[in-house]
């Protein structure tokens, strides 16, 4: 699946919308569309550095881990 091959490299990396698309082959708006569900699913977060929008893991608070059944 798509999105998961995202999740894989987010996982190694923080990286841009463009640098994915680049590394997957994915086309750009594709690349968005995944990464705004995976955003709303709460699986990533992203964030600006040097001008870029970079996208990561989203980290898991204590309290959020408490709060998960699994």
Avoid: Q
């Avoid at 091959?5 to 698309?21: G, K, V």
């Avoid at 992203?46 to 990561?56: N, S």
Wanted: net charge neutral.
């Amino acid at each position: 699946m798509k999105a998961e091959r995202i999740l894989e490299l987010l996982n190694e990396e923080e990286l841009t919308a463009a640098e994915i698309s680049e590394k997957t082959g994915f086309k750009m708006l594709e690349v968005r569309k995944l990464l705004m569900r995976l955003r709303e699913s709460n699986k990533i977060d992203a964030f600006e550095r040097d001008g870029k929008i970079y996208w990561r893991i989203k980290e898991v608070s204590e309290e959020e881990k408490k709060l998960r059944p699994y």
